[in-house]
């Protein structure tokens, strides 16, 4: 915190400490003895005040109207007696104008003194886990402050303090604010006016007046849910929306995120239609996460046979014809492929159909054989598919994606990876490891771009060492085959003003995914933008009947984010007019199945210093693990960010043997509020490797140890010798 802020604060809390130690009332008789703003003490100079107001009414209102400003804006209580005051010195047309603009300005004074004072460090530390508050109060804010302001049953002081460590606009605050206390402001001068009458405060507020302040107080909520209902209207106005519905639910896309919507739908007995055009399961089961890890642990094996010396076996050697590789991976898919068949979701109360979908209006779905279903809500879990970019030649030369590559019955000699992200990289190790000459080749400066400088170029060393050519800072801008082979591609790329060219058997397009959206008439419905479907943080879209997930919606194309997606979207659409629930991201974790394996939760240092979050770094390095070094894995690290000065988890990565294991340790511990003490606090059993993620909280736990007690320990110790 900066010294005017710490200044600031020092100021307004010595003005509120003086205030009690004080105690003006003291000086004012008996009556004012315990409180100067209490009722007992006006009346006690109720006549010496009269007489002040007659002889200098304009200075005497000002002086008034400075001292109600400053009372709220340093929060001391007594602006409601004031508020009688007001009324009872000046009546209710030039009380009520006095006190709604003094208290107005006063609570905004108090709300910008905690907003200078607290929000930049409050937000700093706490801003991952406010972000749904502060979306919440950028979109509704100013419906709650309202609220909050006609019931005048709320602490005021409170809601300015709190309000101020917001993204609330100060003119929206002041403006609402005036508007919002303006009931009770009247209602308070005018009990003022008859002050006589008036016995103490709470004679002011009798319950049938709270109740009214209530009932007004759920106004603008209503008003709030009046305005969505407005615009959920209009948003599908000009489509007859069916008298009844067939079923509760529609989803269409069997993937990861429309099998888990279609269960939990069928789950909590709604009537519910998956739709599925190809395989059950999708990429994840068909062509992504399944295969690729099969044919990562096959070339695992015979990277391991290659190097058995460092296992104390002096020679190993294995024979594989490559079909046979994949012919197990499509046996593991094969294997796997039951879980998520047509007879079990069937048996689970989900109706399969085997068909192409598409949207007719926000309620109703064509299939390709002619069937209309209608539904009060669909799911569109609808996936991606491998993008490729617009490069001349490209389409000629039979390149691979992660759709087709499962189909090679060949290994490829020669192996070009266009793309360093999570599949590029998985792939260009595995071919590279099955005997493939790899050239890994990214536009960017590094490899992985989304995890940190040094866990990027860890992991580049590595492909290095294993004899994968990593280019970057390298674009293709054209491909085609070589006149005189034509077994061989060429890639001309550029590597800044210098044209590079590349020479390949076969190319791997792997630069990134785009939502599957053509053809289904969702651009028709207004649904897509910037090339996949839009949605809101409930995972709504533009058409409140339907709601998307998974790879469909961009973000982060990962299975586990497409099921945490399909819960909130199938749990909004089902039950959202009783309770939405907005999605959040923060604690989603994610992992690259290279060897080692790079694994992810929270922050890493790049995202926090783009969000501007302060952190501290501890580092332990898996060289110096028992089972690592067991395991001959010992190359590694566990990076673990924190808030400075306290052992609460901002996020980890781990590079290492089952990274992808080990972070789910840190998941927990960030999901449910567990620090790095807690963690050093648990029994891990010897020897594992999830002994890393205890001996990184023990790295945390010594550079924070306090150094002062050890000279004292070492006396006492010495004492009792
Ligand atoms: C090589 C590779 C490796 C991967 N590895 C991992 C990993 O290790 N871990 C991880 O978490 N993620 C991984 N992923 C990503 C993961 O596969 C996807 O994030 C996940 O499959 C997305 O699920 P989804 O349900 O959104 O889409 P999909 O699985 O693509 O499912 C969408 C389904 O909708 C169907 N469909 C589309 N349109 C229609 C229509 N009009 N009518 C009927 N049906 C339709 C499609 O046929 C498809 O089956 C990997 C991806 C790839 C390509």
Same mark, same amino acid.
């Given at each position: 915190m900066s010294i005017t802020r710490i200044g600031l604060a020092v100021f307004v809390v010595a003005l509120i400490a003086a205030w009690f130690v004080l105690n003006p009332g003291q000086y004012l008789g008996v009556a004012c003895d315990g409180q100067v703003f209490s009722l007992a003490c006006f009346e006690s100079q109720r006549a010496a005040l009269g007489e002040l107001a007659a002889t200098n009414g304009l200075l005497f209102a000002a002086g008034f109207f400075l001292i109600y400003i400053a009372v709220t804006a340093i929060s001391l209580p007594g602006a409601a007696v004031m508020t009688l005051i007001g009324g009872a010195l000046f009546g209710l047309v030039e009380g009520t104008l006095l006190v709604s603009f003094a208290s107005a300005i006063g609570a905004t004074l108090a709300f910008l003194i905690a907003r200078f004072v607290l929000r930049e460090s409050v937000q700093k530390r706490f801003g991952q886990r406010l972000k749904a508050l502060n979306r919440g109060v950028e979109r509704d804010g100013p419906f709650y402050l309202f609220a909050l302001r006609l019931v005048p049953v709320?602490?005021?002081?409170?809601?300015?303090?709190?309000?101020?460590?917001?993204?609330?606009?100060?003119?929206?605050?002041?403006?609402?604010?005036?508007?919002?206390?303006?009931?009770?402001?009247?209602?308070?001068?005018?009990?003022?006016?008859? *002050?006589?009458?008036?016995?103490?405060? %709470?004679?002011? !507020?009798?319950?049938? +007046? $709270?109740?009214?302040? @209530?009932?007004?107080?759920?106004?603008?909520?209503?008003?709030?849910?009046?305005?969505?209902?407005?615009?959920?209207?209009?948003?599908?106005?000009?489509?007859?929306?069916?008298?009844?519905?067939?079923?509760? *639910?529609?989803?269409?896309?069997?993937? %990861?995120?429309? !099998?888990?919507?279609? +269960? $939990?739908?069928?789950? @909590?007995?709604?009537?519910?239609?998956?739709?599925?055009?190809?395989?059950?399961?999708?990429?994840?089961?068909?062509?992504?996460?399944?295969?690729?890890?099969a044919l990562i642990r096959s070339a695992k094996l015979m990277h391991e046979i290659r190097y058995s010396r460092r296992y104390g076996i002096r020679s190993a050697s294995a024979n594989f014809h490559f079909q046979d590789v994949m012919d197990r991976v499509k046996a593991v898919v094969a294997t796997i492929a039951p879980h998520d068949s047509v007879e079990r979701y069937e048996s689970l109360g989900v109706d399969c159909i085997q068909a192409g979908a598409r949207l007719v209006d926000p309620w109703t779905v064509e299939t390709d054989d002619g069937q209309r279903l209608t539904a009060r809500h669909i799911v569109l879990a609808t996936g991606a598919v491998p993008f490729v970019p617009a490069i001349e030649g490209l389409a000629d030369i039979d390149y691979l994606t992660s759709d087709n590559l499962w189909d090679l019955s060949e290994l490829p000699d020669r192996l070009a990876v266009m793309g360093a992200g999570s599949i590029g990289c998985e792939m260009a190790q595995a071919f590279a490891r099955l005997g493939s000459q790899v050239t890994l080749i990214e536009q960017g400066e590094?490899?992985?771009?989304?995890?940190?400088?040094?866990?990027?170029?860890?992991?580049?060393?590595?492909?290095?060492?294993?004899?994968?050519?990593?280019?970057?800072?390298?674009?293709?801008?054209?491909?085609?085959?070589?006149?005189?082979?034509?077994?061989?591609?060429?890639?001309?790329?550029?590597?800044?003003?210098?044209?590079?060219?590349?020479?390949?058997?076969?190319?791997?397009?792997?630069?990134?995914?785009?939502?599957?959206?053509?053809?289904?008439?969702?651009?028709?419905?207004?649904?897509?933008?910037?090339?996949?479907?839009?949605?809101?943080?409930?995972?709504q879209t533009a058409l409140p009947s339907i709601y998307a997930c998974g790879d469909a919606i961009?973000?982060?194309?990962?299975?586990?984010?497409?099921?945490?997606?399909?819960?909130?979207?199938?749990?909004?659409?089902?039950?959202?007019?009783?309770?939405?629930?907005?999605?959040?991201?923060?604690?989603?974790?994610?992992?690259?199945?290279?060897?080692?394996?790079?694994?992810?939760?929270?922050?890493?240092?790049?995202?926090a210093q783009a969000a501007s979050i302060e952190y501290e770094v501890t580092r332990y390095d898996l060289a110096g693990l028992d089972r690592a070094i067991a395991e001959s894995a010992r190359s590694g690290v566990v990076k673990v960010l924190t808030v400075p000065g306290k052992d609460t988890i901002l996020g980890a990565t781990i590079v290492g043997e089952a990274a992808g294991e080990l972070i789910i340790e840190f998941v927990s511990a960030m999901k449910h509020g567990i620090g790095l003490n807690k963690i050093l606090a648990t029994i891990h059993p010897y020897p594992t490797l999830a002994e890393a993620n205890r001996f990184a909280a023990s790295e945390w736990k010594k550079a924070h140890a306090p150094e002062w007690v050890f000279p004292w320990l070492a006396r006492f110790h010495t004492w009792r010798r």
């Open positions: 709320f602490p005021f002081f409170v809601i300015n303090l709190a309000m101020g460590l917001t993204p609330i606009r100060t003119r929206t605050f002041y403006w609402v604010s005036q508007l919002g206390m303006l009931p009770g402001t009247l209602v308070y001068v005018n009990a003022g006016t008859q *002050l006589g009458q008036v016995e103490s405060l %709470s004679g002011v !507020l009798s319950p049938g +007046l $709270i109740g009214s302040f @209530v009932l007004l107080g759920l106004f603008p909520l209503i008003a709030r849910k009046t305005l969505d209902f407005l615009a959920a209207r209009k948003a599908l106005a000009g489509y007859d929306k069916p008298k009844q519905f067939d079923r509760n *639910l529609i989803v269409i896309g069997a993937g %990861s995120a429309g !099998l888990v919507a279609s +269960l $939990i739908a069928a789950t @909590v007995k709604a009537k519910v239609t998956l739709i599925e055009k190809n395989e059950m399961g999708g990429d994840c089961l068909n062509t992504g996460c399944v295969p690729s890890k590094r490899i992985l771009s989304v995890e940190d400088d040094d866990i990027s170029a860890q992991m580049r060393d590595r492909l290095v060492e294993e004899g994968v050519t990593v280019r970057t800072g390298l674009k293709v801008t054209a491909a085609s085959r070589n006149s005189r082979n034509s077994r061989e591609t060429v890639l001309t790329c550029k590597l800044g003003e210098r044209e590079v060219e590349i020479r390949c058997d076969r190319v791997l397009v792997a630069v990134g995914r785009q939502a599957r959206t053509q053809g289904m008439g969702l651009e028709e419905l207004g649904l897509i933008k910037d090339g996949r479907i839009s949605v809101d943080e409930y995972l961009g973000g982060y194309q990962l299975t586990h984010a497409a099921s945490h997606e399909a819960w909130h979207a199938t749990v909004n659409a089902l039950f959202g007019t009783f309770k939405r629930f907005a999605v959040d991201y923060s604690k989603l974790p994610w992992c690259t199945f290279t060897d080692p394996q790079v694994a992810h939760v929270g922050h890493n240092e790049t995202s």
